[in-house]
């Protein structure tokens, strides 16, 4: 594929993504705090996500497993995770794989990453 379908092809992804709710202008957000100085900025934000996200799951499992259960800590946990997710995190990893596939693709055939305007 040259650069212009590989670019076609990732603002067609990303609309799909804005369409189908998977993304939202947080995403635009981030998207423009990235620059060549930090090509990676997307992609590191979303691993933070999966760290977190895999924290605060491991800090309510052992929460739970505590006699008695400390409810208002895991409601604080519980709080904090639904606070940084509002998708399953199977969605967001599959969004990140594609993304990188695509980005290494354009980058490989000597294209820019496009912006959604």
């Known amino acids: 594929m040259d650069v212009g379908q590989l670019q076609r092809r990732f603002i ?10 998977f993304l939202d202008e947080q995403f635009t957000q981030l998207q423009q705090l990235q620059d060549e100085s930090n090509p990676n900025f997307v992609g590191e934000v979303v691993g933070l996500f999966f760290e977190d996200s895999e924290r605060l799951l491991n ?16 409601d604080a946990h519980v709080h904090q ?28 055939a000597g294209g820019a990453i496009p912006m959604l305007e």
């Open 12 to 21: 067609d992804l990303t609309s799909s993504l804005f369409r189908e709710g």
């Open 59 to 74: 800090d309510m499992d052992m929460v739970l497993d505590l006699q008695p259960v400390d409810f208002k800590k895991l």
């Open 81 to 108: 995770l639904k606070g940084s997710s509002s998708r399953c995190q199977n969605c967001l990893q599959q969004l990140k794989h594609e993304y990188a596939l695509l980005e290494q693709q354009i980058l490989a």
